[in-house]
């Protein structure tokens, strides 16, 4: 009894196979850049707008693998944004030229527009990510 295998489509598969993981990390990256504009636009959106300056300040670095991990970073780096984020302490009476009055509150709540905005992300990302990997 002779048994015979056709393995003519094999060395195709161990292609695909060994191109896998390098296609798995592109569709990712890939699915991280789309959602990290909206991430950005919503982040802008519930930004306070003042002069517009801090809102314009927001960068985006896209998506990145480093190690295992695959990261993407948005940042402003305008010195009050913290402030504004997380909200701050004042001293009340004091006068402000900068804004020409005089500090009522001794303290500013913060509008966590970062905090609000990664929360979003962070409930869409995977379902997104899912999605992608499931249509490769």
Request: charged content about 35%.
């Amino acid at each position: 009894m002779t048994i015979k295998v056709d393995v003519s489509g094999l060395s195709e598969l161990v292609k695909k196979m060994n191109d896998l993981p390098r296609l798995i990390d592109a569709t990712i990256i890939e699915t991280m850049a789309e959602d990290g504009k909206d991430w950005e636009a919503d982040v802008r959106a519930n930004t306070p707008k003042d002069t517009g300056d801090l809102r314009r300040s927001w960068t985006l670095d896209p998506p990145s693998k480093a190690g295992k991990a695959i990261e993407m970073e948005l940042s402003n780096n305008l010195e009050y944004a913290e402030h504004v984020e997380y909200g701050h302490r004042q001293e009340p009476g004091r006068f402000v030229p900068a804004i020409g009055k005089r500090l009522k509150a001794d303290y500013v709540q913060g509008y966590n527009m970062l905090r609000d905005g990664t929360a979003r992300l962070e409930e869409s990302l995977a379902d997104d990510v899912q999605r992608a990997l499931d249509s490769m």
